[in-house]
């Protein structure tokens, strides 16, 4: 329907203050200088989160 009245969905964005600097993530976008090292930390994150470890279950507390 969106695309029938030629309508778009502004992307969601998030910004984090880090030592005084804040940086801004645009979804989709790629432009920050680090995106590809802030992409590979991300997955490496969902994946911990998600209890998986080398086949193990992480347990967190008793600090992992």
Do not use: C
Not at 25 to 38: C, K, L, T, Y
């Amino acid at each position: 329907m969106m695309k029938a009245r030629w309508l778009r969905k502004r992307p969601g964005y998030s910004a984090v203050e880090i030592y005084g600097d804040v940086h801004e993530f645009v979804s989709g976008d790629r432009s920050h200088p680090q995106a590809e090292v802030i992409s590979q930390m991300l997955g490496l994150l969902m994946h911990e989160m998600a209890g998986h470890d080398n086949g193990h279950i992480l347990d967190f507390t008793n600090g992992g």
